[in-house]
């Protein structure tokens, strides 16, 4: 009997040539089904409500809407790819790394009760060093922090500007601008801001220095920075609505209002519209290519005193001084969704990435949670002086506060998104990485003529410019052009004669004529439609109809 | 109280060392992408712009010819190499990426009709109007002798083409009468005649190996089997076909390049009516050559413009043209699908990108990847207005444009009057005919 080496165990068994190898099979046998199993399990059940965030839409009526084969089964094919690639992109996300914050609460014990100095004690170290306080003496605050919530700019009503990291806390610059600062806002980028001084807009960059003067934003209010199309708008103390392309440095629109001084104007992130409310209780929103507003809702009976977006521009939280505080669905342009009266009247609202919203009045802080569903106070901080400012921290469970004395900054669990797309906005970028995203940005570009209430409208069919252009296209064929007559003046001047120009203006004339022809028939067809059911019988005798008399009139 | 707040560590997020990439998480949650569409659109219509930037097409010239290129003919298996003809007779054999002549045989007194390789491409046959059909070996001959055919055989009759069979020791050639050849035997083994006198192109169609299709001066294209004694079918169009090139992936369709400024594609099961109708030449096509792909070709005509036609398409895709370039008289797609030979009046042959920005040379697989995004964006933006006129727009030289506008013109008042004679006449007197039916006479089998 020979003995020789099982192939798939590397010299170990020994088996009997002749005879199947028993163990070997066996095994064999076992790691087949194992490897079937694992197939099945390769693909992990999404999760439906995880799907239902990727899904778009329920497409295209196929069986109704197309009738030619050929584009049927391309449509179809296209829209084959659709779902399983939005199951694919709801199954990535067993690969995100963090988790959202959370705050949980014992038996007996509310999340409103919490102070800042309990949450501090209950976190970790790198955590608790980011709520703290600044204290300062220029007098109210504005601020802004960057895409990626790394940097934050503070200007003080009295000229006091400074930019830093608040993660590092390392100071970038500060200096004081000797002019009352209302506003202040960042470019697209950490190296850039813009503020908003007593006469005009400057630009300063992250060491102090002046870059721009902007005369043409006079006057302003408050600033708003479209990332995406890298326009800085500006509202202005007498109404006026401005737009400048920063990539290019060109004013795209300026336009008067009408609505007075503008103090609460905020931008809806999913469609890069403004929305400006007004002392009659009316949220416009505005694009730089219309002179009228787009949208305009009634919001409340008083003043519009502060007005906030959900960043997936599905919500708008607006108050005022009557103690009211309204969600609006301004998708649907409705609502409101929910109306509820606080203790006292709301000056400062700002939605987080997650939909939390902060609630200024005063000198308190109320934030809620799920503010479409259900309108209860999940936490609440009290400062010790009046609030002039309010924003929520992206990438950071970080609220910050700007008030009369100066900065704090206070821990809401739960508020930022977790996971961020290194792509899109980076909080651990270098500076070469944040020169190429730079590049990258102004390649993507998108013009501001896009700006309007439905930002997807770009991919889809304009079906009546379509229809009447293949109409128009198809009359002109039938249509002759009547002669005409016609000799150019004759003109020595230079420049105002030539034969293309003579050509051109006859051709435009032509033009002209056959436009009128099509018009006199369409006209013309019309009345013969119309003469026509005129002389329909009203009754109908079958064949005997021919021996009906006309009526007589 | 259980309270936990983001805290991201940096170790997890920053590279560790200098030469690592840096570390990019991704999150594809579309709350975090805003603005999907007209970001899209924004990159599509930038790469349409770039694909403008980049559209250099012509590559390079063999130029040594002393007379206009009759006749080129591509190896069935090695890029490297081409075998031209010129109208003195001369036959050159090219290296094609040193763009130099490696073999100048004078082969045949008067023009080289055709050159084609045999199926082991040991050797090449080339036809002249002088009468003969000449096999050379494909080595280079010795440096102190002259070079000689293999093997000649005469001809009773003139002879205009000959094409190979793909696997079989079989040739045929065409000129009064087609005829089949054996490459042992100096006889035609067979000839096939349907009343025609003059046949100016023959092709054997590579896949489905025993069918022959030839061009006659009657304006007709005939189909034969090698199996048969006589021809299957033929079609007689409204002017006639130059050249003809069968798809190499179907093995049912071919493509002709018509005197009428058109090209026709026919499914040898229904040649009443074609397939297709390709119009963009401003004057007669001479030739036509398939990409082995079988999805685009490319013809060369006698307004002094290549263009590309997709075999779905009316249209074509591309057209070529250069100042110095005379009349084409013969084109060539290469085996690998990425460049276009042109041989013309001018004693020139030209090497032409089939895609003209693309990049040569090897692609990284990031670049590869960037430039599939780049064109599935361009797929879907490719009917909005601005990106169909930057992808559209083509410079074109002042004869071609003039020429086209008079075509358009009269198209177009063909068409009104037409319509007009309908609109006045009996209602069903005048019918609607295809554009595909109007240009053949008739079937004959």
């Known amino acids: ?553 | 109280m259980k309270v936990k707040v983001l805290s991201r560590n940096p170790d997890e997020h920053l590279r560790e060392t200098k030469l690592d990439i840096h570390k990019v998480p991704r999150n594809y949650d579309p709350a975090l992408h805003p603005f999907q569409a007209p970001r899209e659109y924004t990159r599509a219509l930038n790469a349409v712009k770039l694909d403008k930037v980049f559209a250099k097409p012509f590559i390079g010239n063999l130029d040594g010819h002393k007379d206009s290129v009759s006749s080129i003919c591509k190896h069935p298996s090695r890029l490297q190499i081409l075998i031209s003809g010129s109208f003195d007779g001369e036959v050159k054999v090219w290296d094609l990426p040193r763009k130099e002549c490696m073999r100048t045989i004078l082969a045949h007194d008067g023009i080289v009709r055709g050159i084609t390789y045999s199926p082991g491409s040991e050797s090449f046959m080339t036809v002249g109007d002088d009468k003969t059909i000449k096999t050379w070996s494909c080595e280079n001959p010795k440096e102190d002798k002259r070079d000689e055919p293999t093997n000649t055989v005469l001809s009773k009759t003139i002879i205009t083409a000959i094409s190979h069979h793909r696997t079989d020791p079989l040739f045929a050639t065409c000129g009064e009468v087609c005829q089949l050849w054996e490459e042992t035997r100096n006889e035609p083994v067979n000839s096939f005649k349907w009343g025609v006198d003059s046949l100016h192109d023959v092709k054997f169609n590579q896949v489905q190996t025993n069918l022959l299709a030839s061009c006659a001066s009657d304006r007709s294209i005939i189909l034969y089997d090698t199996r048969a004694s006589g021809a299957i079918r033929r079609v007689i169009m409204r002017l006639r076909a130059n050249k003809m090139a069968w798809n190499p992936m179907e093995a049912f369709t071919f493509t002709c390049a018509s005197e009428d400024y058109n090209l026709y594609t026919y499914d040898t099961r229904n040649l009443k009516t074609p397939v297709n109708v390709h119009k963009d030449h401003v004057n007669a096509v001479t030739d036509v050559d398939y990409n082995p792909n079988g999805r685009e070709f490319v013809s060369g005509s006698y307004d002094r413009s290549i263009r590309i036609f997709e075999t779905q398409k009316g249209h074509s895709r591309e057209v070529y043209t250069n100042r110095r370039m005379q009349r084409l008289t013969c084109v060539a797609w290469t085996s690998d699908s990425k460049y276009i030979l042109s041989g013309s009046d001018e004693m020139n042959i030209r090497i032409w990108k089939a895609k003209s920005s693309e990049k040569l040379g090897v692609l990284k697989p990031r670049e590869k990847a960037a430039l599939n995004y780049s064109e599935a964006l361009k797929e879907k933006f490719a009917a909005h207005p601005q990106v169909r006129r930057i992808a559209n727009h083509r410079k074109l030289p002042k004869h071609i444009f003039n020429a086209r506008n008079e075509h358009r013109t009269i198209t177009e008042s063909q068409k009104r009057k037409e319509s007009n004679r309908r609109r006045h006449s009996k209602p069903g007197s005048v019918p609607f005919v295809a554009e595909r039916e109007k240009h053949v006479v008739r079937e004959d089998r």
Not at chain 1, 27 to 52: F, M
Not at chain 1, 312 to 330: C, E, F, Q, V
Not at chain 1, 351 to 356: A, D, E, F, T
Request: aromatic share 8%; hydrophobic share 35%; proline share 4%.
């Open chain 1, 1 to 553: 009997m020979q003995w020789r080496y099982c192939s798939v165990f590397s010299g170990v068994l020994l088996t009997a040539s002749g005879f199947s190898c028993a163990v070997c099979s066996h095994r064999s046998r076992t790691r087949i089904r194992r490897r079937d199993e694992g197939r099945k399990r390769d693909k992990i059940p999404v999760d439906p409500e995880t799907l239902k965030k990727y899904e778009m839409g329920e497409g295209i009526n196929l069986k109704k809407g197309i009738r030619n084969k050929v584009h049927r089964l391309r449509v179809h094919n296209k829209e084959k790819l659709l779902a399983p690639m939005a199951e694919e992109a709801a199954r990535r996300e067993i690969l995100l790394t963090e988790d959202y914050g959370c705050l949980e609460t014992d038996a007996g014990e509310t999340t409103t009760q919490f102070k800042q100095r309990e949450l501090v004690e209950n976190v970790d170290l790198i955590s608790a060093s980011k709520c703290f306080n600044l204290n300062l003496d220029f007098g109210p605050y504005s601020m802004r922090y960057t895409r990626n919530g790394r940097h934050l700019v503070i200007g003080g009503k009295k000229g006091h500007v400074a930019a830093f990291d608040w993660v590092t806390k390392k100071l970038a610059c500060e200096m004081n601008v000797m002019e009352s600062v209302h506003d202040v806002c960042w470019l697209h980028i950490e190296t850039m801001f813009a503020v908003a001084q007593k006469e005009w807009v400057y630009i300063y960059d992250n060491q102090g220095i002046e870059l721009h003067c902007l005369k043409r934003m006079n006057q302003p209010t408050k600033l708003e920075f479209l990332p995406y199309h890298f326009l800085l708008a500006a509202s202005s103390a007498v109404g006026g609505l401005s737009w400048l392309d920063v990539s290019i440095g060109e004013k795209i629109t300026r336009m008067d209002t009408k609505l007075g001084r503008i103090n609460v104007m905020t931008q809806n992130p999913y469609n890069a519209l403004l929305c400006v409310g007004d002392s009659k209780g009316v949220v416009s929103m505005w694009s730089p290519n219309s002179h009228q507003p787009l949208a305009k809702m009634l919001v409340h009976k008083q003043a519009v005193s502060a007005c906030a977006v959900h960043p997936h521009g599905t919500y708008m939280a607006t108050s005022a001084p009557d103690r009211t505080l309204k969600i609006w669905d301004i998708r649907q342009l409705s609502g409101p969704v929910e109306n509820a009266v606080l203790r006292s009247a709301a000056q400062h609202l700002s939605y987080s990435q997650r939909g939390l919203l902060a609630v200024g009045m005063g000198n308190v802080v109320e934030i809620f949670k799920d503010t479409h569903t259900n309108l209860k106070p999940y936490m609440r901080h009290k400062a010790s002086w009046a609030l002039s400012d309010l924003k929520f921290c992206p990438y950071e469970d970080v609220l910050g506060l700007t008030h009369t004395k100066g900065f704090s900054s206070v821990l809401v669990p739960g508020s930022a998104e977790a996971n961020y797309d290194a792509l899109e906005t980076n909080p651990f970028q270098n500076k070469k990485q944040r020169k190429e995203a730079e590049v990258k940005a102004l390649l993507d570009k998108i013009q501001p003529e896009f700006i309007c209430l439905d930002p997807n409208a770009i991919a889809e069919i304009d079906v009546a410019a379509l229809q009447h252009k293949l109409d128009s296209k198809k009359k002109l064929g039938y249509v002759k052009p009547r002669q005409i007559d016609f000799k150019p003046r004759k003109t020595k001047a230079k420049g105002k004669g030539g034969t293309a120009k003579v050509i051109k203006s006859k051709k435009a004339l032509k033009l002209k004529a056959k436009r009128a022809a099509i018009q006199e028939m369409r006209d013309a067809k019309v009345l013969i439609d119309k003469k026509e059911k005129k002389k329909k019988p009203e009754k109908s005798y079958g064949v005997l109809d021919r021996f009906l008399e006309p009526k007589k009139k």
